[in-house]
């Protein structure tokens, strides 16, 4: 399959093209209707064949049966029906799972065969009556029951029936349960045949029975039982006792008739029908929602010329989805329910003796011949493929769509003829919208709308197309909407003139932007949008323009519209919605002259969003020359950025304190305070402050600058320039350097005496600070100044030096006599001694005590020395039990070097010893310093748990 495209016009007669496509048959398709003649040869001559739900059944010769399931073909059942009378079989009845199998025989009998059993059973209620046709209870039969049936006789006897069988039912007389007269048809006065019957039930368990004698078609129509009464059908048949049921009647007969139903699967209900009667053929649907009769639409195709009803009648119908099948004496032929046209035909030649009868086996939608020597079958492939172009003739568009939606160049096709035949009846919009699923050309519709000046199905038209293009195509999408743009605006201007169209035009603006608003529209213009402002532009729309920017996320141009026409609100209410920074950063400027505080508003709505170095700009053009409102404005937004969003970059808050210096000095001072006195976390340039700081006369914020600074001298001499107090405070800042304060205090002393001239206040500095003396500040007075002023202070400090020298000899008196007690303390100790008894035993491991080397403690514990470590070294820190590896390591290196130089002088000898003995004294310092029962140790671990936490779980394991 191919598309034709515009440039292969002059040689499109080369191909045959069907709305834009090229059919291209590779291979002749198969015919609807095949015929394959069975590989079988019957041992007698066929008599009867009947075929449901593929379980097969004939009967050959007299009394012969053959039983075939077609699933397994090679296993074929053969049953005698042990007649020895002269009565042959009637006719056969399968029900339609192929699980009852009814024998009418010529002697008006009934025979009945399980497909589970190998026995013919006799029908013992039925005798009497010839067997004509038989309905049967698609719903409620099953393997082992038919449920209620009907049975028609020769004499126009209507019985309902039942057939169980049933291994508990070995008692009985037979496997009918009952067989009774329900109805009785006339014909001309003279019992009619029941020549076939359907029972069928509607989803409102309404009960439909068709009934066809030779002439006749009777429907009744009756409710289903809800009591557990057997006889279904009994009450529907009663209705029916003084009036005639809705029937048709045709004039001619052949003797017979025969009716066919298509049903689509096993237990489902019928969808039309076909009624071989003696005038020809009456077919048509079936609708179980009309009240009265099922049959709808219903047709009749009259016989041709070649099939003659006196000479050579038709023997059987079998209906298909769109087909009803003719069997004719020599014969079949095959004619379309939706035209009446003969599609098929196929002859049967007469070595195969006398055609019977046709049947099909609705499950496996095979159709089954027979005549006396041979059987055939009839495949149905495909039977809808031309059924599309059928319903196209007779405008049925909906129902010809359905049956070529999987064939693109045939619905192309009905899509065509739809689009043409709306566009002939007026329907320009409706046919828009097909005229754009079709491969016509586009130029050809779209003049076709131009020249019928149908602007809105164009529109419709060019709609359609563009939403069945891809993202690919930019070029044909950027033309479809610019066409589009075009008609919409062209529609706005004519609506805007006219007051009285106000609701029209508001509805095709709000289409309008509809549609500018679409996904695809979007990614088709990202890099096209100047086309479409260009030509809002030329309409003079700005409305939609400002629409258009915002759907294209293009905000600066909005936030620019509207500043140009002084609508700052508006410009100021699309830069928050749309929370751009960069916008923020262009048009703040601007604003602030404006509106500073919605501004600054909208800023701290920003939050984070918005970088704080990057909006300076703004605030310092305005802050130097705006109003205070727009400076106030400005120390609003610094401060939020300050104390809420903890921005610690230095522009920020540099400038913050040079409006506080400049417009708030109250809150410079409170600012400065909150920063701290810390210079690593402060966040302002302290040279700058104090620079600005300096410019604007606020020496209080000087010194509390200089101290952060740390220059003590500076800021004492500021603060001597306000206030001694101030000064006096910055003094003692230095605590950790006495010499600083000192001198700090000293400046302090001097301007009090050579400034202020105030002797009393000197004296209070003085007693302020601990470091000075009288004798530092007696410089600073001048000559002619009395002693008189500070007697008191020069005594006092003469009892200080008293008082000091007294306590000193006191220290010295305790410290001699301390001295004395410890001597005395160490004679005692070397003195003093234990007594160990023999049976003693050491604390640890309680094994007699004097067998190994052990210590003694004055609270009486007494251990071996080995023991004493074990207890000690897991108390230690890490550099104490080196200690003690690296002195037992000492020891037993010195007693090796002492076994190795016993022959040495005694000199060298003594020194060996005594390096063993202090060796040996360190290790006793470290492990027996304390008892480790009594001591800081035993103290220190009463919280460590008596189990170690790495063998917790292995001792856990060994109680289990």
């Not at 410079?668 to 402060?682: C, F, M, R, T």
């Not at 000064?727 to 010499?739: I, R």
Request: with cysteine; proline share 4%; net charge negative.
């Amino acid at each position: 399959m191919m598309v034709v495209r515009p440039w292969c016009r002059s040689v499109k007669h080369l191909f045959l093209v069907v709305a834009g496509y090229v059919s291209a048959r590779l291979e002749e398709e198969k015919p609807i209707f095949s015929k394959q003649r069975i590989d079988f040869t019957p041992p007698n001559d066929i008599t009867h064949l009947v075929v449901c739900n593929n379980q097969l059944c004939m009967s050959m010769g007299k009394d012969t049966l053959l039983r075939i399931d077609l699933g397994k073909p090679d296993q074929p059942n053969q049953i005698e029906v042990g007649r020895k009378d002269d009565a042959r079989i009637h006719k056969l009845f399968l029900d339609p799972s192929g699980s009852h199998l009814l024998i009418s025989l010529t002697s008006n009998e009934c025979l009945y065969l399980s497909r589970n059993s190998q026995k013919v059973k006799s029908l013992n209620r039925w005798k009497g009556h010839l067997i004509e046709s038989v309905g049967w209870n698609k719903h409620l039969g099953t393997e082992s029951s038919t449920g209620p049936i009907l049975a028609g006789t020769s004499q126009g006897q209507l019985y309902e029936a039942e057939i169980a069988v049933s291994e508990e039912r070995l008692f009985t007389s037979g496997p009918d349960l009952y067989f009774k007269n329900v109805y009785t048809l006339e014909e001309d006065g003279c019992p009619a045949p029941v020549c076939c019957l359907e029972i069928e039930r509607s989803t409102d368990t309404r009960l439909f029975v068709i009934v066809t004698t030779r002439k006749r078609l009777y429907q009744f129509v009756g409710k289903a039982p809800e009591s557990s009464d057997p006889l279904m059908f009994q009450p529907m048949f009663s209705q029916y006792t003084n009036t005639l049921p809705s029937f048709q009647e045709f004039p001619a007969s052949l003797g017979y008739s025969e009716i066919s139903f298509y049903t689509s699967k096993l237990r489902s209900s019928p969808r039309s029908f076909a009624w071989m009667m003696g005038n020809g053929v009456l077919y048509g649907t079936v609708d179980f929602t009309r009240p009265d009769s099922l049959l709808s639409d219903v047709q009749v195709w009259e016989y041709s010329a070649d099939i003659s009803p006196e000479t050579q009648p038709p023997r059987s119908i079998v209906l298909t989805q769109f087909h009803f099948l003719l069997l004719l004496p020599d014969r079949v032929k095959a004619v379309c329910t939706l035209n009446g046209q003969l599609v098929f035909e196929d002859a049967f030649p007469d070595k195969f003796g006398r055609v019977l009868r046709m049947v099909k086996d609705s499950v496996a939608g095979l159709v089954w011949v027979y005549t006396e020597r041979a059987v055939f079958r009839y495949h149905i492939q495909k039977e809808s493929r031309d059924v599309w172009q059928m319903y196209m003739n007779m405008g049925k568009f909906e129902l010809a769509k359905e049956y070529c939606k999987d064939r693109p160049e045939c619905l192309d096709t009905v899509l065509a003829r739809e689009a043409d035949h709306c566009f002939r009846n007026k329907k320009y919009v409706e046919s828009a919208k097909y005229y754009a699923l079709t491969q016509k050309y586009f130029e050809e519709i779209a003049l076709k709308f131009i020249e019928a000046k149908q602007e809105e199905a164009l529109k419709e038209f060019l709609l359609k197309k563009l939403k069945n293009l891809k993202l690919e195509d930019r070029t044909q999408l950027t033309l479809l909407v610019t066409w589009l743009t075009e008609i919409y605006l062209n529609r706005l201007g004519r609506l805007e003139d006219d007051k009285s169209k106000r609701g029209q035009f508001d509805a095709s603006r709000e289409e309008f932007r509809k549609f500018l608003s679409g996904s695809k529209i979007k990614e088709c213009l990202l890099s096209n949008r100047s086309i479409i402002y260009d030509l809002l532009a030329s309409h003079g729309n700005v409305e939609d323009m400002v629409f258009f920017s915002v759907v294209m996320q293009d905000y600066e141009r909005v936030v620019a519209h509207h500043c140009q026409h002084d609508d700052h609100a508006a410009a100021l209410a699309v830069m928050a919605k749309c929370q751009d920074p960069n916008l923020f950063y262009k048009f703040s400027p601007i604003l602030m002259q404006h509106i500073p505080r919605q501004v600054v508003d909208a800023w701290i709505d920003m939050k984070r969003r918005l970088d704080p170095k990057s909006l300076i700009p703004a605030l310092v053009n305005y802050s130097q020359m705006g109003s205070s409102a727009q400076v106030s404005e400005a120390i609003r937004y610094l401060e939020f950025c300050v104390h809420q969003l903890q921005v610690t970059d230095q522009a920020i808050h540099n400038y913050l304190l040079s409006l506080y210096a400049k417009y708030k000095p109250k809150a410079l001072l409170w600012y400065l305070e909150q920063a701290g006195s810390s210079a690593h976390h402060i966040h302002y340039d302290l040279k700058y402050a104090l620079r600005l700081c300096a410019e604007n006369n606020q020496n209080q914020a000087c010194v509390h600058i200089y101290k952060t600074m740390e220059l003590y001298e500076e800021a004492v001499d500021h603060a001597l320039q306000m206030d001694v107090d101030l000064a006096k405070s910055c003094a003692d800042m230095p605590e950790d350097d006495e010499e600083l304060r000192k001198k700090l205090w000293l400046k302090i002393a001097r301007h009090v005496v050579q400034e202020e001239k105030d002797v009393k206040k000197a004296m209070v500095c003085l007693s302020s600070c601990n470091l000075l003396k009288i004798e530092d500040i007696l410089p600073f007075f001048p000559n002619f100044v009395t002693i008189d002023h500070f007697k008191e202070a020069i005594c006092s400090s003469l009892q200080e030096y008293n008082k000091h020298i007294d306590e000193l000899k006191q220290e010295m008196e305790e410290a001699t006599e301390s001295a004395k007690r410890i001597r005395e303390d160490i004679q005692e100790m070397r003195n003093k001694y234990g007594v160990v008894e023999s049976q003693e035993k050491c604390a640890s491991c309680d094994f007699p005590l004097l067998n190994r080397p052990f210590y003694l403690f004055l609270c009486g514990h007494m251990f071996h020395s080995d023991c004493l470590q074990q207890e000690v070294v897991p108390h230690f820190s890490p550099f104490k039990q080196a200690r003690l590896e690296e002195l037992q390591r000492r020891l037993a290196a010195v007693g090796q070097a002492k076994s190795r130089q016993r022959s040495k002088e005694a000199e060298t000898s003594d020194r060996g010893q005594q390096s063993r003995d202090q060796i040996k004294s360190d290790i006793d310092d470290l492990v027996a310093a304390e008892c480790v029962y009594c001591g800081e140790l035993m103290i220190k671990s009463i919280d460590k748990p008596f189990i170690d936490p790495q063998r917790c779980e292995e001792e856990n394991n060994s109680w289990l």
